[in-house]
């Protein structure tokens, strides 16, 4: 079983062949590009705030890991991240019945992976087989079930598959997304000896891996660069009938921080620069007359910052402290307070300088079909949070600090990521707002892949603030996380029933507007699920920054869009006009 539109974030579009193949796609059946036609050569260093975590696309979590992956996949159907709208990829084109509730697919022949291989409906069958499979827990799996059954997946020839939906699935040809198409005669065999979950580590030999996106992987660095290489035998082209990508490798390079990003980017030693921090921002802006790059806020996108509470249920070695923190973090009433305490406009004027959008909900504005304008935006008031901390219980003590009933003194660590210099700001920001209410809070950093094992598997944690992006802006894209089952159900992932009854109605709303093909209806349904979260506070919307990116002078046909990822999404179209292209860097 399988969940196709990913957490906290999809994307990628397009693959094929290998270097060593010579084969291509005919004619017909290549992706013609709409680009500015371009030259081959040279190429492009992206800065990453910490490594990937695996080359996996069956289990990456994380965003750097993402970033890489997609783009040496390629999908069946495609979201286009400028236009938003459904394109073919590895699918030349497609038909729906009636219902839709069936999709035909046509798949390109001539199509290899990387090394070479045939790419064909065998490979799409498999695919689907492993992100469906309960026992290798996919990240995918949540969105690709539907009314609790998985969608089924049926060979009809060797370039044309069926795929049925077991009930009513709204947008269901985004459905087809960012799921990776695997490649059969590479992965079978671990799966079968169940080991695909450990395949494909940062540490696999370039050779044994392969993939039908623009590049290949190439080379691992630890600690410093991971490399791709250009796929000799991918299927576009351009309107000239060029193959493309256009560049012959890209380099990702791991900096320490943010701010270490932007001085590899100020320096020309990084070419694209995404996720800037607006203060960043704003010191490169006022040094862009005297450098080679151009910067643009593309204002409001779909990522929301927000801090939530570690809910899980207390393991038997937990100490008493920490099973009381526990206890107050289950208490909407304190989850309440904190909401209550936190000075949303102060964060966006100290940590964004006014590039960001303060919420209440976890729906973006820049997510304009789906943001409930209905949400309550209540002021921050400190002693709104006091009544709300007293009616739960909680008292003070002399000097002002909280208690709760069992005089325990309320104090806690928040947990956030050290490359983040954002989120460490507003860590900052809420350690100050909450000792005004009598709280004593710590911030702890980590590095991304050490705090999402916290999280994620150990929940050795009290607090975090984090962010996610909502994918292509359809709520089905945050299945997983949403769903009480969903393995990043952040506050208390994979639960076998809902804890609480408004998780429960939130299962139900959400299964239902998966199966409603109306949209109006659907609006309706994911408005009472934005009302629920900002009721229950399971987390705490913070703000949304806006999208800032740049590039170096040159680089063609950059397009940053609002969606995941900004800068790479059309990687296979950018290019250096003049002397980088084909200059040996």
């Not at 009433?333 to 300088?353: E, K, M, N, P, W």
């Not at 303060?358 to 006091?386: C, E, I, M, T, Y």
Request: aromatic share 8%; hydrophobic share 40%; charged share 25%.
């Amino acid at each position: 079983m399988m969940r196709l539109f990913g957490l906290l974030v999809l994307l990628v579009a397009s693959v094929s062949a290998s270097s060593f193949a010579t084969q291509r796609a005919p004619a017909s059946d290549r992706f013609v590009s709409t680009g500015d036609v371009g030259q081959r050569g040279g190429q492009l260093v992206v800065a990453q705030r910490t490594e990937p975590r695996t080359l996996n696309p069956i289990t990456a979590v994380d965003s750097p890991s993402r970033d890489v992956i997609r783009r040496t996949t390629a999908d069946l159907i495609h979201v286009n991240r400028d236009t938003q709208q459904l394109e073919p990829a590895l699918a030349k084109s497609w038909t729906v019945s009636p219902d839709g509730r069936r999709f035909t697919l046509l798949l390109r022949r001539g199509v290899r992976f990387s090394d070479g291989d045939v790419f064909d409906a065998d490979d799409v069958v498999f695919s689907f087989q492993v992100y469906l499979d309960e026992k290798v827990a996919s990240t995918q799996r949540d969105n690709l079930m539907v009314g609790g059954k998985p969608i089924a997946v049926t060979k009809l020839d060797q370039y044309s598959v069926q795929i049925d939906v077991p009930d009513q699935y709204s947008s269901a040809e985004r459905l087809f997304d960012s799921v990776a198409m695997l490649p059969r005669h590479l992965l079978a065999q671990p799966y079968q000896e169940g080991r695909l979950v450990e395949a494909w580590g940062l540490g696999t030999p370039a050779a044994a891996m392969a993939g039908l996106g623009p590049f290949r992987f190439a080379e691992h660095v630890p600690g410093e660069r991971l490399v791709l290489e250009r796929n000799a035998n991918y299927w576009k082209e351009d309107r000239a009938g060029t193959q493309l990508p256009y560049l012959d490798r890209v380099v990702f390079v791991s900096v320490p921080s943010e701010d270490a990003q932007a001085v590899r980017f100020q320096a020309g030693e990084a070419d694209v620069v995404t996720r800037l921090s607006a203060t960043n921002f704003e010191l490169l802006l006022k040094d862009q007359p005297r450098r080679n790059y151009e910067l643009r806020d593309l204002g409001a996108g779909l990522t929301y910052e927000f801090v939530f509470f570690n809910q899980n249920d207390p393991a038997p070695a937990l100490s008493a402290e920490a099973a009381a923190r526990r206890r107050w973090f289950r208490q909407l009433a304190f989850r309440q307070a904190v909401g209550s305490a936190i000075d949303r406009d102060g964060i966006v004027r100290l940590t964004y300088r006014g590039r960001a959008t303060p919420l209440w909900g976890h729906v973006p504005p820049g997510n304009k079909a789906w943001f409930n304008q209905a949400l309550p935006r209540p002021a921050r008031s400190l002693d709104r949070a006091r009544q709300q901390l007293r009616a739960a219980g909680f008292s003070w003590l002399p000097d002002g600090t909280l208690i709760d009933d069992q005089r325990q003194p309320v104090a806690f660590t928040i947990l956030t990521n050290s490359g983040n210099a954002e989120r460490n700001q507003i860590a900052t920001i809420i350690q100050d707002d909450l000792k005004q209410i009598g709280m004593r809070v710590g911030v702890v950093t980590l590095d991304l892949r050490a705090m999402l094992d916290r999280v994620m598997t150990t929940h050795d944690y009290d607090a975090c603030v984090l962010g996610l992006s909502g994918g292509d802006g359809d709520p089905n894209s945050e299945m997983n996380v949403w769903l009480s089952s969903g393995a990043t159900h952040l506050w208390r992932p994979g639960q076998k029933v809902p804890a609480t009854p408004w998780e429960e109605e939130i299962d139900a709303l959400m299964r239902e507007q998966i199966r409603t093909r109306d949209g109006q209806r659907r609006k309706r349904l994911y408005d009472r699920v934005q009302l629920l979260v900002a009721d229950n506070l399971p987390i705490i919307s913070l703000v949304s920054p806006n999208v800032l990116v740049g590039a170096t002078t040159g680089l063609a046909n950059f397009r940053p869009t609002v969606l995941d990822h900004p800068a790479l999404w059309n990687l296979e179209e950018l290019f250096w006009r003049g002397r980088r292209a084909g200059a040996a860097q």
